[in-house]
């Protein structure tokens, strides 16, 4: 976890894709409608000439037709207030970089330091439209936001928050009181 933001990110993600993988290998019993991928081109919004393609860091690629996938982009967040990458990662979907074809995607917060209900309200604030709960997940940190494009379908854009600082034991909570 001492690493720079970068690095951690990508070791995060990839161990993220693993345990992706292997829950959905549980779950699916081998085979399902789509498949996970990790660090999937997204050929749709490929730049001219012999660019590459922009990659989303985790993918549910239908498998009828692997031009359409479920991209999710993934973000270290050092505190709840230091939004700006995830902010780009946001636009990224906004503007039909990420998710051209289909109206959903997701972003997911790997918080370090502070707490998931401190950067779900920061994010609200910083968000052009609302962010509100999702009923199916309710006891997970994950909220939505709907945002209207105008060259791409409409977007849900999901977002969830994973709390990978240092948890506090009831002992550590009491002796840092007593502190202060």
Same mark, same amino acid.
């Given at each position: 976890? &001492?690493?720079?933001? @970068?690095? *951690?990110?990508?070791?995060?993600? &990839?161990?993220?894709? #693993?345990? $992706?993988?292997?829950?959905?290998?549980? @779950?699916?019993?081998?085979?399902?409608? /789509? $498949?996970?991928?990790?660090?999937?081109?997204?050929?749709?919004?490929?730049?001219?000439?012999?660019?590459?393609?922009?990659?989303?860091? /985790? &993918?549910?690629?239908?498998?009828?037709?692997?031009? #359409?996938?479920?991209? $999710?982009?993934?973000? #270290?967040?050092?505190?709840?207030?230091?939004?700006?990458?995830?902010?780009?990662?946001?636009?990224?979907?906004?503007?039909? %970089?990420?998710?051209?074809? #289909?109206?959903?995607?997701?972003? %997911?917060?790997?918080?370090?330091?502070?707490?998931?209900?401190?950067?779900?309200?920061?994010?609200?604030?910083? *968000?052009?439209?609302?962010?509100?709960?999702?009923?199916?997940?309710?006891?997970?940190?994950?909220?939505?936001?709907?945002?209207?494009?105008?060259?791409?379908?409409?977007?849900?854009?999901?977002?969830?928050?994973? =709390?990978? =600082?240092?948890?506090?034991?009831?002992?550590?909570?009491?002796?840092?009181?007593? =502190?202060?």
């Amino acid at each position: 976890m &001492s690493q720079p933001l @970068e690095p *951690l990110e990508r070791d995060l993600t &990839s161990k993220h894709f #693993v345990e $992706i993988q292997r829950l959905f290998a549980a @779950e699916t019993d081998g085979y399902s409608a /789509i $498949i996970p991928h990790h660090e999937f081109p997204e050929n749709e919004s490929r730049p001219g000439g012999s660019g590459k393609p922009p990659a989303s860091d /985790i &993918s549910f690629v239908w498998y009828e037709n692997q031009r #359409v996938s479920w991209p $999710i982009e993934a973000k #270290v967040v050092p505190t709840p207030d230091t939004l700006a990458e995830y902010l780009g990662d946001t636009r990224k979907f906004v503007g039909g %970089i990420a998710a051209p074809l #289909v109206g959903e995607g997701a972003q %997911i917060a790997y918080l370090l330091n502070g707490e998931t209900n401190d950067f779900f309200y920061n994010l609200s604030t910083r *968000l052009p439209s609302a962010l509100a709960a999702f009923p199916e997940f309710s006891d997970r940190a994950h909220r939505v936001s709907s945002h209207a494009r105008t060259s791409h379908p409409d977007l849900e854009l999901h977002h969830m928050a994973m =709390c990978c =600082c240092q948890q506090k034991t009831e002992l550590e909570l009491e002796t840092a009181l007593r =502190c202060e």
